[in-house]
């Protein structure tokens, strides 16, 4: 199975960190936030990989690609933190895409089409790191049981609704849902339920069709979540809620509350930032 992961957006909530590099490349703790994406998919087998890019982010090329300067300088090859990056490069092999405009992410991922071709396919996207399960080796286990498209849902307040695609669905088995309907970003009182689309996708290739009937709606973007509607139609869409912990990193206090959890569960950090939270007033 190949994956596609979205990374052409402006990153204008992360201004002015991202006016000359990408939000993708941001660092949590001591690696990138893309990285961490990649790292899961590998983990479920997935070495094939497209990464669609916009413009100002050639770094994410530059860091999935081999540093010959960097290799020499440290001379040393049994340095942790080369073996892990170049651990990395070795086991996926990574293509790239270009989406001229932020179109939205509909459009991101029809770029993917030739890529891809008549195959089902990952889709993940950077916003979203996974704790305690690899999420997308789950919905890949699904799909190759059940044969049709999965999302992962998690339950949200309703103070955070708004902010997510929400599907309406009926529990067929213990957290696997048929979607009958979705609401993308609904208020709290329209929404179908509190069961929120995170960021991890098991797409049939339908899906392309699909995303070349729909229209742009708000800001003249293409919304991924109106072409799984018309998917609905012709393939079950059914959900997985994850089980293990999701950190969202697609707002700065996301971004922070990530990089404080990550560096926690890191034996060499933990003693020191434990201290000096607990010594700030």
């Given at each position: 199975?190949?994956?596609?992961?979205?990374a052409g957006g402006m990153g204008v909530r992360f201004l002015p960190a991202t006016k000359a590099q990408p939000k993708e490349m941001l660092p949590i703790v001591d690696k990138?936030?893309?990285?961490?994406?990649?790292?899961?998919?590998?983990?479920?087998?997935?070495?094939?990989?497209?990464?669609?890019?916009?413009?100002?982010?050639?770094?994410?090329?530059?860091?999935?690609?081999?540093?010959?300067?960097?290799?020499?300088?440290?001379?040393?090859?049994?340095?942790?933190?080369?073996?892990e990056?170049?651990?990395?490069?070795?086991?996926?092999?990574?293509y790239y895409a270009r989406q001229n405009e932020p179109l939205g992410l509909g459009h991101a991922i029809l770029c993917a089409k030739d890529f891809v071709g008549n195959e089902s396919f990952a889709v993940m996207l950077g916003d979203d790191i996974f704790l305690d399960e690899c999420c997308i080796q789950t919905?890949?286990?699904?799909?190759?049981e059940k044969s049709t498209t999965?999302?992962?849902?998690?339950?949200?307040?309703?103070?955070?609704?708004?902010?997510?695609?929400?599907?309406?669905?009926?529990?067929?088995?213990?957290?696997?849902y048929r979607v009958k309907d979705m609401v993308e970003k609904p208020t709290p009182e329209d929404a179908p339920s509190n069961l929120a689309m995170v960021g991890r996708y098991v797409f049939t290739p339908r899906i392309f069709s699909c995303l070349e009937r729909i229209?742009?709606?708000?800001?003249?973007?293409?919304?991924?979540?109106?072409?799984?509607?018309?998917l609905n139609d012709k393939e079950d869409v059914l959900a997985y809620k994850v089980k293990g912990r999701r950190l969202d990193i697609g707002s700065k206090?996301?971004?922070?509350?990530?990089?404080?959890?990550?560096?926690?569960?890191?034996?060499?950090?933990?003693?020191?930032?434990?201290?000096?939270?607990?010594?700030?007033?």
């Open positions: 199975m190949k994956a596609v992961i979205p990138p936030s893309l990285h961490y994406v990649v790292e899961e998919a590998i983990k479920a087998d997935i070495r094939t990989i497209m990464i669609i890019t916009g413009r100002g982010k050639k770094s994410i090329e530059d860091y999935f690609d081999k540093n010959i300067e960097l290799e020499h300088y440290y001379k040393n090859p049994n340095n942790p933190d080369l073996k990056i170049k651990s990395l490069l070795n086991s996926a092999s990574f919905l890949k286990g699904l799909h190759e999965f999302v992962a849902v998690e339950e949200v307040t309703p103070d955070r609704i708004s902010q997510y695609g929400v599907i309406d669905a009926e529990e067929i088995d213990d957290g696997i229209n742009p709606g708000m800001n003249n973007e293409y919304q991924l979540t109106d072409a799984m509607k018309l206090i996301g971004w922070m509350k990530a990089t404080i959890e990550l560096a926690l569960r890191r034996e060499e950090f933990r003693d020191d930032l434990k201290e000096y939270l607990a010594s700030i007033r």
